[in-house]
């Protein structure tokens, strides 16, 4: 029987990003994902993931999302700013708030907001709408998700990991019991028998699906949300493709986003639901395409629109969370909405907590504002 280090079920932005991180640091890593190797599902499917490298409403990730920013800058190797040729592309953040709020934004976000007087290109197209401002972040960034995500498995299979595709790991209703290594079963979509492995480690990074796991693997309190994006495309581009950017509307807490794409598509849709909205997975084609037409007027006829639905995962304090379910098994999921962007960073602490500490220990992991779930007695680690 084969004998692997780290054995990763799941192989989205985080899953791969741990593969990569680990293989770096010289481990024998095994990466399994049901999908084929091309393909990028779950929560990392669909086209672009903003950054923002100071996000005024969760000011507390700050320095992680910064040094996210500067490791997938690094890992591109097509990145020249604004170039479309790479995955990670210089952009500009605009937010517009209404004029009351604007200075609880500015205060958060430091001096990094600059407010946009109303014939700036970067706002051609957009209806600003009475007692509203616009502020910019030139500190911003558009990332391609499925570039990102193959990137980051092609550099980890590049490293030495084993990614296998269109396989899929069952876990024990009952936790693996003992200090042995773990033994996991690996299967294949032709092979009902699978492959049986031992494994020092397993790391769950199974996304919206963690909430199919058995109890001992599971996240407690974690809520999953249905969160569709659209793309859509009209009878002329609506907003001037000068310069990358993406656009974020507050009014209360519906919090709507805008992006204008390559070849005149437009990506948008809500990004924290506003109050009362019970499924939104039916209620968004209509509503989002609502918000869009309020805020770009000017769309005129509706070419195509696609929905491409996916799942926010929300652990308990919309954080990060590991969770360790056994000492040898730990279950990673993102936070909400919000998770793709800090993937490399994130990977880099998972990697020394699954290297080096004991499963009641969340010590190192305190710098990067990720919450650690210790399952022994129930208590959280920041
Ligand atoms: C609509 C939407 C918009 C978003 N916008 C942004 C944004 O602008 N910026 C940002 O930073 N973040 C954003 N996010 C959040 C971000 O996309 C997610 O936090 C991130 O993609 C989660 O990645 P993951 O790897 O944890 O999960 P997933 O991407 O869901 O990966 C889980 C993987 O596990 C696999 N799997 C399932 N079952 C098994 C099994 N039994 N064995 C092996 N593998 C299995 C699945 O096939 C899948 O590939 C957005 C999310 C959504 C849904």
């Given at each position: 029987m084969r004998s692997i280090?780290?054995?990763?079920?799941?192989?989205?932005?985080?899953?791969?990003?741990?593969?990569?991180?680990?293989?770096?640091?010289?481990?024998?890593?095994?990466?399994v994902e049901p999908s084929a190797a091309r393909a990028v599902t779950g929560a990392s499917r669909g086209p672009l993931r903003m950054l923002r490298e100071a996000d005024p409403s969760r000011p507390e990730l700050n320095a992680l999302a910064?040094?996210?920013?500067?490791?997938?800058?690094?890992?591109?190797?097509?990145?020249?700013?604004t170039s479309e040729a790479g995955f990670f592309r210089s952009a500009v953040g605009v937010l517009i708030t209404p004029s009351r709020d604007a200075d609880r934004w500015v205060g958060r976000a430091g001096d990094r907001l600059r407010e946009i007087a109303?014939?700036?290109a970067l706002l051609a197209g957009l209806a600003l709408g009475r007692d509203r401002i616009a502020m910019a972040d030139d500190r911003c960034a558009l990332l391609d998700a499925g570039a990102a995500v193959r990137s980051l498995r092609s550099e980890a299979a590049e490293l030495g990991a084993e990614l296998r595709?269109?396989?899929?790991?069952?876990?024990?209703?009952?936790?693996?019991?003992?200090?042995g290594r773990l033994r996991v079963r690996v299967l294949d979509g032709g092979d009902p028998e699978g492959e049986d492995v031992t494994a020092e480690r397993l790391l769950v990074c199974v996304g919206a699906r963690t909430r199919e796991l058995p109890a001992w693997a599971g996240v407690p309190g974690l809520r999953i949300e249905p969160a569709p994006m659209q793309i859509a495309r009209f009878?002329?581009?609506?907003?001037?493709?000068?310069r990358p950017r993406f656009h974020i509307t507050h009014e209360g807490d519906d919090r709507f986003c805008l992006i204008p794409m390559a070849g005149?598509?437009?990506?948008?849709?809500h990004f924290e639901?506003?109050?009362g909205v019970v499924d939104p997975m039916t209620a968004s084609r209509a509503r989002d395409l609502a918000a869009l037409r309020r805020y770009l007027p000017g769309t005129g006829p509706l070419r195509r629109l696609t929905t491409v639905p996916a799942c926010y995962t929300a652990p308990p304090a919309g954080d990060f969370v590991l969770r360790w379910g056994t000492p040898r098994t730990a279950t990673l999921v993102a936070c909400s909405g919000v998770g793709f962007k800090f993937a490399p960073a994130v990977a880099v602490r998972v990697a020394a907590a699954l290297e080096g500490q004991t499963p009641h220990d969340g010590a190192s992991i305190s710098q990067a504002a990720t919450t650690f779930l210790d399952v022994g007695n129930g208590t959280e680690h920041h």
């Open positions: 280090d780290v054995v990763i079920m799941g192989l989205g932005v985080h899953g791969s990003a741990a593969a990569r991180e680990l293989a770096a640091r010289g481990h024998r890593v095994l990466g910064q040094e996210s920013a500067a490791r997938w800058r690094q890992r591109d190797p097509a990145f020249t700013g109303p014939g700036d595709f269109g396989s899929r790991i069952r876990l024990a209703p009952e936790p693996p019991t003992g200090h009878a002329s581009p609506p907003l001037d493709p000068r005149g598509d437009v990506q948008f849709g639901q506003p109050a």
